[in-house]
């Protein structure tokens, strides 16, 4: 804005870029912030909002068609459910059900499907109008190109980070100045019902998490308390690698970082407690495998449309709160 102030003409094409952008940047305590993020459809229609609103910039003054939209990702990918902005997650996997990490394993998260299907829309667009339905915005874009038109409907609002709301809306798009006399329609929806895992990412986020066999962590406390320092150490040892299914010896360990007299003990403790108490949970390989089939991008539901005596293609489509949908259209 200031440069077209400067100088309208030689600043009409300037690049107007968003630099970084997302719903939350730092890891939030926040739990909403952290499920908007685990894939209950906040994020894929805060994305579509925000384009929507800069197409429509473009659209009321030209000038301000030329840039780019960069969301803001973490360099590395969540670990199993947290709550960061990445287009990915890395699960551990325990294979023979010790509680202890075997392997792990990287799945996609939802928007990482729906920037796809997002950037492979052409260039050339249109507006839809925005409506308001109880705080709700509703509004979209479209594009085509010789072979396909694809439109994008999103419903959000941006308060209702954990998407809360149950409201579905019927929208239909009416499509005129198409040849097509039948056209294909799919579907490929975005929400907390859709191309997500975000129930059974919540479940396994927020259960108790593997204990390990109670003699065996009750032996490890005993030892802790010995007089013995190779016998200490060796029990820091052994409840270090069972990390977090070792929780009832952290309030022991946690007395022993402070109490103790030896450095090498003192040091030991410090590294368990910290696997105990910040070290990564793990899930069945039956549990990840549900996962990782529900990361993949999902079939679109498809049907068939025909062109009615005014020469229209009425679309139907649905939307639930805080969901998109983007629609690829081709002649049958």
């Not at 229609?45 to 800069?54: F, G, L, T, Y």
């Not at 410090?270 to 899930?283: D, L, N």
Request: aromatic residues 8%.
């Amino acid at each position: 804005e200031i440069a077209l102030e400067l100088d309208p003409e030689y600043y009409k094409r300037l690049w107007v870029n968003s630099h970084e952008a997302c719903p939350n940047w730092s890891p939030p305590p926040d739990p909403a912030a952290a499920d908007s993020y685990l894939g209950n459809g906040y994020f894929p229609a805060w994305c579509a909002d925000v384009s929507r609103r800069q197409l429509q910039k473009a659209a009321d003054d030209p000038r301000y068609a030329y840039g780019e939209t960069i969301l803001t990702f973490w360099p590395w990918p969540n670990r199993n459910f947290g709550g960061l902005d990445a287009g990915t997650r890395a699960i551990n996997v325990d294979d023979d059900g010790d509680g202890k990490s075997d392997r792990v394993v990287t799945v996609a998260s939802p928007i990482l499907h729906f920037c796809g299907l997002l950037n492979s829309m052409s260039s050339a667009y249109t507006v839809l109008p925005e409506q308001m339905l109880g705080g709700y915005i509703i509004s979209g874009f479209a594009s085509r190109d010789d072979a396909e038109l694809r439109i994008l409907l999103y419903s959000h609002n941006p308060l209702d980070t954990q998407s809360r709301s149950d409201t579905t809306v019927e929208v239909k798009v009416n499509v005129a100045g198409l040849t097509w006399e039948r056209a294909r329609v799919e579907a490929y929806r975005f929400d907390r019902e859709h191309n997500t895992y975000y129930h059974l990412g919540r479940e396994l986020r927020d259960r108790d998490p593997v204990r390990a066999p109670t003699d065996e962590v009750n032996r490890a406390v005993l030892e802790i308390q010995s007089d013995d320092r190779d016998v200490q150490l060796a029990a820091m040892k052994k409840l270090d690698k069972l990390g977090p299914a070792a929780q009832l010896a952290a309030p022991t360990v946690m007395q022993c970082m402070q109490t103790a007299t030896n450095e090498a003990v003192r040091k030991a403790a410090q590294a368990a407690f910290a696997k105990i108490a910040f070290g990564a949970a793990c899930y069945s390989a039956d549990e990840v495998r549900q996962v990782e089939a529900l990361s993949r991008l999902q079939p679109p539901d498809t049907h068939t449309v025909s062109r009615d005596t005014a020469s229209t293609l009425r679309i139907p489509a649905e939307l639930t709160s805080n969901g998109a949908v983007v629609l690829v259209i081709r002649p049958e």
